[in-house]
């Protein structure tokens, strides 16, 4: 089954710029591709809508064909190991697991709404209650009033 495009495409030449930009490291005494600068600098190079910066990055470490090993901002610049290059398999793999996952918080979040509601209406419930209660206790006050009154006017 052929992936969706653009979103693997993009991801491929993602990964292709950043391989481009790296440089063979030694991290504990393993060599290893390196990818030291601006990730979000890189990729707008690419002319891909930043829309897709996110879910492109998520999916590149996701399924280990990148690891961030130091996240950038402003003057500070990122450091991503490169693995390998991602392909259609490992990017089915994502897009179902993201699917399935993004149904799972759609289902969290209908229940918590559920919940909300419950919540809602006892407490409206309970508003009510107490107005109830608090109507009735001025009703058998005024009651016992009227008694005490006409006890002593007896």
Do not use: W
Request: with cysteine; glycine share 2%.
């Amino acid at each position: 089954m052929a992936p969706p495009k653009p979103l693997y495409e993009y991801a491929e030449q993602f990964y292709e710029a950043l391989l481009a930009n790296a440089e063979q490291t030694l991290i504990n005494n393993v060599e290893v591709k390196t990818f030291e600068g601006k990730l979000v600098e890189l990729f707008s190079t690419l002319h891909i809508s930043s829309s897709y910066y996110t879910p492109i990055t998520r999916y590149l470490q996701d399924s280990g064909c990148m690891t961030v090993v130091k996240r950038g901002a402003r003057s500070v610049l990122s450091v991503v190991v490169l693995h390998h290059k991602p392909d259609s398999e490992t990017y089915n793999n994502f897009v179902t697991a993201f699917g399935s996952e993004k149904k799972e918080k759609k289902e969290e979040v209908s229940l918590l709404l559920r919940r909300l509601a419950a919540v809602e209406q006892a407490t409206t419930d309970l508003a009510f209650l107490k107005n109830t209660s608090i109507d009735f206790e001025n009703r058998i006050s005024t009651i016992e009033q009227q008694m005490k009154d006409k006890e002593r006017d007896v």
